[in-house]
C-alpha cells in the first residue's frame, strides 16, 4: 500500500502536480494502526496500485477541504504555497483521526471525474463529420458520466484559430493546437442523451467530481465549476445503465432520415467489459449497414487504445470510413490534428 501512494506520487510528480505529489508520499508514510483510514488501507483487499486506494482518500480529503470542515489541513493547500512535510504531515494525521468515518465512504468508491478538457478533441471530430454531411446532430453518449462532454456544444472553443461553439458561454476551451484547424462548421444539437454505470447529477454532484481535481489543477477546477453550472441550467440526459444494453435500446438499425447520428465516448470504452464492446460495435455497425448520406451514422471516440502510445480519437463513419484525426492529451490540454 505504501508503495502504491509512492508510486501515485511520482505520476503525480511527472504531471506536474508537485501539491498533489506531496499529498499521497505524506500519506504513504504516515498510514499506521493507529487510525481506522490506516488499518483499512493497510489491509486492503484489492489491488492497491489499480484500486487508487491514493486516489479515493486525496478526493475524500478534498472534499473536506472544499467544505470547510478541515480548516487547518484547508491553509496548506493551493493556492498556499507548497507545505512543509512535517507540518503537512500534522494536519493530515489529524484529518485521519478526526474524520475516519467522513473518510471512510471515499474508499469505497473508485475516483468519478467528468473531464471537460476532452470536448476540444471531440468538438474537432464532430465538425470533421459535419463537413461531410451538413446534417443537425443526435448525440449519444456512452459512459458520460455527469454529461458534460454531452453539452459540448454550449462551450465556447479556439480549436487552433477555429472560433466555435458558444462563444458567449462561460466554458473557455483552447488547447494547444497542431496541424490544421478542424473545419469551422455551423453546429446544432437537435437531441442528445447519455449513458452511465454511475451517473453524476451535476445539480447535487458537483462537489464530488471537483474533489477528485487535484487541488493544484486550478484550470481544471475552474473549467469543471464552470461547466457544472452550465449543466444545472439545462441538465443533460444521463441514464443509469451499462452502455451495451442502451446503445440497442437507443440506437435504432433503421435508418434516421434528416440527422447525423453520433455515437461518442471518451475514456470510457476501455472500462465497458469485451461483451459489451463487442455488443456497441455490431450495433453500430447494423445501423451503419442501413446508413446514407441522408440518414449516416458516426462513431466518435477518443481513447487510449493498449497498442498505442498515445490518447487518439477516430472517426468512423457510414457511408465513409474509419479515420484516425488525431492524437491528443488525456485531457484534452493538446491536440495534435492530423485530419
Ligand atoms: C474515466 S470516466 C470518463 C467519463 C467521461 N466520458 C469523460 O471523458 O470525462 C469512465 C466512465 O465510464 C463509466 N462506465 C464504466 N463502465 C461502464 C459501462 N459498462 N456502461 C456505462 N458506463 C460505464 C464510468 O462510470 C465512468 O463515468
Given at each position: 500500500?505504501?508503495?502504491?501512494?509512492?508510486?501515485?506520487?511520482?505520476?503525480?510528480?511527472?504531471?506536474?502536480?508537485?501539491?498533489?505529489?506531496?499529498?499521497?508520499?505524506?500519506?504513504?508514510?504516515?498510514?499506521?494502526?493507529?487510525?481506522?483510514?490506516?488499518?483499512?488501507?493497510?489491509?486492503?483487499?484489492?489491488?492497491?496500485?489499480?484500486?487508487?486506494p491514493?486516489l479515493r482518500l486525496?478526493g475524500?480529503?478534498?472534499?473536506?477541504?472544499?467544505?470547510?470542515?478541515?480548516?487547518?489541513?484547508?491553509?496548506?493547500?493551493?493556492?498556499?504555497?507548497?507545505?512543509?512535510?512535517?507540518?503537512?504531515?500534522?494536519?493530515?494525521?489529524?484529518?485521519?483521526?478526526?474524520?475516519?468515518?467522513?473518510?471512510?465512504?471515499w474508499l469505497?468508491?473508485?475516483?468519478?471525474?467528468?473531464?471537460?478538457?476532452?470536448?476540444?478533441?471531440?468538438?474537432?471530430?464532430?465538425?470533421?463529420?459535419?463537413?461531410?454531411?451538413?446534417?443537425?446532430?443526435?448525440?449519444?453518449?456512452?459512459?458520460?458520466?455527469?454529461?458534460?462532454?454531452?453539452?459540448?456544444?454550449?462551450?465556447?472553443?479556439?480549436?487552433?484559430?477555429?472560433?466555435?461553439?458558444?462563444?458567449?458561454?462561460?466554458?473557455?476551451?483552447?488547447?494547444?493546437?497542431?496541424?490544421?484547424?478542424?473545419?469551422?462548421?455551423?453546429?446544432?444539437?437537435?437531441?442528445?442523451?447519455?449513458?452511465?454505470?454511475?451517473?453524476?447529477?451535476?445539480?447535487?454532484?458537483?462537489?464530488?467530481?471537483?474533489?477528485?481535481?487535484?487541488?493544484?489543477?486550478?484550470?481544471?477546477?475552474?473549467?469543471?465549476?464552470?461547466?457544472?453550472?452550465?449543466?444545472?441550467?439545462?441538465?443533460?440526459?444521463?441514464?443509469?445503465?451499462?452502455?451495451?444494453?442502451?446503445?440497442?435500446?437507443?440506437?435504432?438499425?433503421?435508418?434516421?432520415?434528416?440527422?447525423?447520428?453520433?455515437?461518442?465516448?471518451?475514456?470510457?470504452?476501455?472500462?465497458?467489459?469485451?461483451?459489451?464492446?463487442?455488443?456497441?460495435?455490431?450495433?453500430?455497425?447494423?445501423?451503419?449497414?442501413?446508413?446514407?448520406?441522408?440518414?449516416?451514422?458516426?462513431?466518435?471516440?477518443?481513447?487510449?487504445?493498449?497498442?498505442?502510445?498515445?490518447?487518439?480519437?477516430?472517426?468512423?463513419?457510414?457511408?465513409?470510413?474509419?479515420?484516425?484525426?488525431?492524437?491528443?492529451?488525456?485531457?484534452?490540454?493538446?491536440?495534435?490534428?492530423?485530419?
Amino acid at each position: 500500500m505504501r508503495r502504491a501512494f509512492e508510486l501515485q506520487a511520482e505520476w503525480c510528480d511527472r504531471l506536474g502536480s508537485s501539491f498533489t505529489a506531496r499529498l499521497c508520499r505524506v500519506l504513504g508514510e504516515l498510514i499506521d494502526g493507529g487510525t481506522a483510514i490506516g488499518r483499512r488501507l493497510l489491509a486492503w483487499p484489492g489491488d492497491p496500485e489499480k484500486d487508487a486506494p491514493a486516489l479515493r482518500l486525496c478526493g475524500g480529503l478534498h472534499f473536506l477541504v472544499r467544505a470547510g470542515i478541515v480548516p487547518e489541513l484547508g491553509l496548506l493547500y493551493p493556492p498556499a504555497p507548497l507545505p512543509d512535510r512535517a507540518v503537512l504531515a500534522e494536519a493530515l494525521q489529524r484529518a485521519l483521526a478526526e474524520q475516519g468515518e467522513r473518510l471512510d465512504s471515499w474508499l469505497d468508491q473508485p475516483p468519478q471525474t467528468n473531464e471537460i478538457g476532452r470536448s476540444a478533441p471531440l468538438m474537432g471530430g464532430l465538425l470533421s463529420a459535419l463537413a461531410h454531411f451538413g446534417l443537425p446532430l443526435r448525440l449519444l453518449e456512452l459512459g458520460a458520466s455527469a454529461g458534460l462532454n454531452l453539452q459540448l456544444d454550449r462551450y465556447a472553443y479556439d480549436l487552433g484559430g477555429t472560433l466555435v461553439g458558444d462563444q458567449a458561454s462561460p466554458v473557455r476551451i483552447r488547447p494547444t493546437w497542431t496541424g490544421a484547424p478542424p473545419p469551422a462548421t455551423a453546429i446544432a444539437v437537435t437531441a442528445r442523451a447519455g449513458v452511465d454505470l454511475s451517473p453524476v447529477d451535476p445539480t447535487t454532484g458537483g462537489e464530488r467530481l471537483l474533489a477528485y481535481v487535484w487541488p493544484d489543477q486550478q484550470d481544471r477546477l475552474s473549467a469543471l465549476t464552470a461547466a457544472l453550472e452550465v449543466a444545472r441550467h439545462d441538465r443533460p440526459p444521463v441514464e443509469q445503465g451499462d452502455a451495451a444494453l442502451w446503445i440497442e435500446q437507443n440506437l435504432e438499425a433503421a435508418p434516421e432520415p434528416g440527422c447525423l447520428r453520433v455515437v461518442l465516448h471518451s475514456v470510457a470504452f476501455v472500462y465497458f467489459p469485451p461483451e459489451s464492446q463487442a455488443r456497441i460495435v455490431a450495433r453500430l455497425e447494423a445501423a451503419g449497414r442501413q446508413a446514407s448520406v441522408e440518414a449516416p451514422v458516426a462513431w466518435l471516440r477518443m481513447e487510449k487504445m493498449p497498442e498505442e502510445p498515445e490518447f487518439s480519437l477516430r472517426l468512423r463513419t457510414w457511408p465513409g470510413e474509419d479515420r484516425l484525426l488525431a492524437w491528443t492529451h488525456p485531457h484534452g490540454a493538446w491536440v495534435k490534428w492530423l485530419g
